[in-house]
Every structure is written in structure tokens, then in C-alpha cells.
């Protein structure tokens, strides 16, 4: 896969979802910016983009010398700074407004003039993360799924002074390394994917609380009554519990709708450290 329009991307935050994030678009033709703020970051992403072209490689959908050149496209760095060449900026930090704020402030100070700002948040309005920089009509969300490399779906996200400029850039972007894009015209929190998804594990996990049915069956229920490839408590244990629980408290402080009041359980769960496949243990037990 190559893109028609080459152009610098910068990625911040080497983790699964800015790793991810660097891989598609140096896979697209790309030159990428990958910055974290340690090196032991970096290389486990750089480990983590690897492993994951090897795959494609043994799978026949990359050559080995596809593979290589793609890994050539990408340079890791801990200097912010080296934001200043890029067209496009994807933010992949912390779920957390007051870390996001941040690195915009940071964005706004460092990157040219004409680049488009893009946050990759599940969750976090756009228009408060814009609020804190001087450009707020080049800020829009551009929100990959986990995993990026398989995920198709991209969900941009106008926030309220998003130009349609910067919403054409970044779904020329998205589309270019490979995504279908839906587009979400007013940033309320959680979108329409992470409201949606936020609201069934939340019910999902009240039934199991409550004992009303197994995991099992509510995700079996899920799976073969309503179509779903992966059942929501399935979903939660993929995502990360502690992830689509500080999606739930993100979406709830914004909307107070007790839709999105997440049970005791998923705050306990993370408590205790069991945060779905990535611990070993979630609603389901994993082999680590």
C-alpha cells in the first residue's frame, strides 16, 4: 500500500495505539516521527511494529522488502521538538484531558504553521483539547481502533472550530493508510463508537454483577441474538477494563446520564489488577 500524497507524519506516544499508528502510515508510504519520552519506549514500540510486519510477512500480505523499507521510514526520537517538519501530528498519550492539554500546548509552540493537530482520544471532546492552543481549526480527532494495523475503522471528529480543511486532511490521511472513515460533527463525549460500546459493557458487567447471567452467556447472547463478533465483556477484556472504565467516567462526568455510571465491579477489577488479556485476567482468564 502506497500513498498518492506523501507527507510527514509525527506520531506521540510509542504505545499499542501510536506504534500502531506509525506503523500503517510508514506502511503507506510515509516518513514517520515516532517520539515517546524515554528510549526504553521507543524500542518497545519499534519491538512491537517489528513483530507485526514479521506477521504479515509469514502471512503473504507484505514482501520481506516491503516489511524493510517500511521499518526504514520510521525514526524514534524523545525531542518533542522534532514535531516542527511534521504535516500532520497524531497525538496517542494518555486517555487523560490534563495530559492531552499538555502536549497541545507543547504542539502549538513546536509545529509549523499549517500542520493539522489530531488527537487520537476515544473519549475527550475536541474542543476542549483545542481550547488550549492558538490554532484550534487545525485540531481535529482522529480516532484509530485497536489493533490499528487489522482495525478498519477510523472515526474523525469535528471539534467546534475544526476546519473543513483539517477534517479533509485527516481523511485524506485516514483513507490513505487504508481506514474507512465515519465522521462525527459534534464531539460530544465519547463519539458514537466509545458512547456506544462504553454504554453495553457497562450494562454487561451490571447483569454480571448482579448475577443475572454468566459472562459466558451474556457475551454468548450478544454474539448470536444481536449479530456482534465479540460479545461486550469479551470486548472489555481486549480493550483493556481499565481503559473502557475511564472512558465511563469520562462520558459520564460530561453527559451525568447513569447509563454511563460504570458498577463497583470494573473499578475493583482494576484495582486488583485485572485489566483483561493484556494481565492475564479480566472477566476471562488468559493465558499471559
Same mark, same amino acid.
Given at each position: 500500500?502506497?500513498?498518492?500524497?506523501?507527507?510527514?507524519?509525527?506520531?506521540?506516544?510509542?504505545?499499542?495505539?501510536?506504534?500502531?499508528?506509525?506503523?500503517?502510515?510508514?506502511?503507506?508510504?510515509?516518513?514517520?516521527? +515516532?517520539?515517546?519520552?524515554?528510549? @526504553?519506549?521507543?524500542?518497545?514500540?519499534?519491538?512491537?511494529?517489528?513483530?507485526?510486519?514479521?506477521?504479515?510477512?509469514?502471512?503473504?500480505?507484505?514482501? @520481506?522488502?516491503? !516489511?524493510?523499507?517500511?521499518?526504514?521510514?520510521?525514526?524514534?526520537?524523545?525531542?518533542? =521538538?522534532?514535531?516542527?517538519?511534521?504535516?500532520?501530528?497524531?497525538?496517542?498519550?494518555?486517555?487523560? +484531558?490534563?495530559?492531552?492539554?499538555?502536549?497541545?500546548?507543547?504542539?502549538?509552540?513546536?509545529?509549523?504553521?499549517?500542520?493539522?493537530? !489530531?488527537?487520537?482520544?476515544?473519549?475527550?471532546?475536541?474542543?476542549?483539547?483545542?481550547?488550549?492552543?492558538?490554532?484550534?481549526?487545525?485540531?481535529?480527532?482522529?480516532?484509530?481502533?485497536?489493533?490499528?494495523?487489522?482495525?478498519?475503522?477510523?472515526?474523525?471528529?469535528?471539534?467546534? *472550530?475544526?476546519?473543513?480543511?483539517?477534517?479533509?486532511? @485527516?481523511?485524506?490521511?485516514?483513507?490513505?493508510?487504508?481506514?474507512?472513515?465515519?465522521?462525527?460533527?459534534?464531539?460530544?463525549?465519547?463519539?458514537?463508537?466509545?458512547?456506544?460500546?462504553?454504554?453495553?459493557?457497562?450494562?454487561? @458487567?451490571?447483569?454480571?454483577?448482579?448475577?443475572?447471567?454468566?459472562?459466558?452467556?451474556?457475551?454468548? !447472547?450478544?454474539?448470536?441474538?444481536?449479530?456482534?463478533?465479540?460479545?461486550?465483556?469479551?470486548?472489555?477484556?481486549?480493550?483493556?477494563?481499565?481503559?473502557?472504565?475511564?472512558?465511563?467516567?469520562?462520558?459520564?462526568?460530561?453527559?451525568?446520564?447513569? *447509563?454511563?455510571?460504570?458498577?463497583?465491579?470494573?473499578?475493583?477489577?482494576?484495582?486488583?489488577?485485572?485489566?483483561?488479556?493484556?494481565? =492475564?485476567?479480566?472477566?476471562?482468564?488468559?493465558? *499471559?
Amino acid at each position: 500500500m502506497t500513498n498518492a500524497t506523501t507527507q510527514q507524519i509525527a506520531v506521540i506516544g510509542a504505545g499499542l495505539m501510536g506504534a500502531g499508528i506509525a506503523q500503517v502510515s510508514a506502511q503507506a508510504g510515509h516518513p514517520v516521527v +515516532l517520539r515517546d519520552v524515554t528510549d @526504553a519506549a521507543l524500542q518497545r514500540g519499534l519491538d512491537g511494529i517489528r513483530a507485526s510486519y514479521a506477521k504479515f510477512v509469514s502471512k503473504g500480505k507484505l514482501t @520481506a522488502e516491503e !516489511a524493510e523499507a517500511a521499518l526504514g521510514r520510521i525514526t524514534t526520537t524523545t525531542d518533542l =521538538g522534532a514535531v516542527a517538519e511534521a504535516d500532520i501530528v497524531v497525538e496517542a498519550v494518555f486517555e487523560q +484531558l490534563e495530559v492531552k492539554e499538555s502536549v497541545f500546548r507543547e504542539l502549538d509552540k513546536l509545529a509549523k504553521d499549517g500542520a493539522v493537530l !489530531a488527537s487520537n482520544t476515544s473519549a475527550i471532546p475536541i474542543t476542549r483539547i483545542a481550547a488550549v492552543t492558538e490554532r484550534p481549526e487545525f485540531v481535529v480527532g482522529v480516532h484509530f481502533f485497536s489493533p490499528v494495523p487489522m482495525m478498519k475503522l477510523v472515526e474523525l471528529v469535528r471539534g467546534y *472550530k475544526t476546519s473543513d480543511h483539517a477534517l479533509a486532511v @485527516a481523511r485524506q490521511f485516514a483513507e490513505g493508510v487504508g481506514k474507512e472513515v465515519v465522521v462525527v460533527n459534534r464531539d460530544v463525549a465519547g463519539f458514537v463508537t466509545t458512547r456506544l460500546i462504553t454504554a453495553l459493557v457497562v450494562e454487561a @458487567a451490571k447483569l454480571y454483577e448482579s448475577g443475572v447471567a454468566s459472562a459466558e452467556d451474556i457475551d454468548t !447472547a450478544c454474539r448470536l441474538g444481536f449479530g456482534h463478533a465479540m460479545g461486550p465483556l469479551q470486548t472489555a477484556d481486549l480493550t483493556g477494563v481499565d481503559i473502557l472504565l475511564h472512558a465511563a467516567h469520562n462520558i459520564y462526568s460530561e453527559t451525568k446520564d447513569e *447509563k454511563f455510571a460504570a458498577p463497583e465491579i470494573m473499578a475493583r477489577m482494576v484495582t486488583a489488577g485485572d485489566l483483561g488479556r493484556k494481565s =492475564g485476567r479480566g472477566f476471562y482468564p488468559y493465558e *499471559k
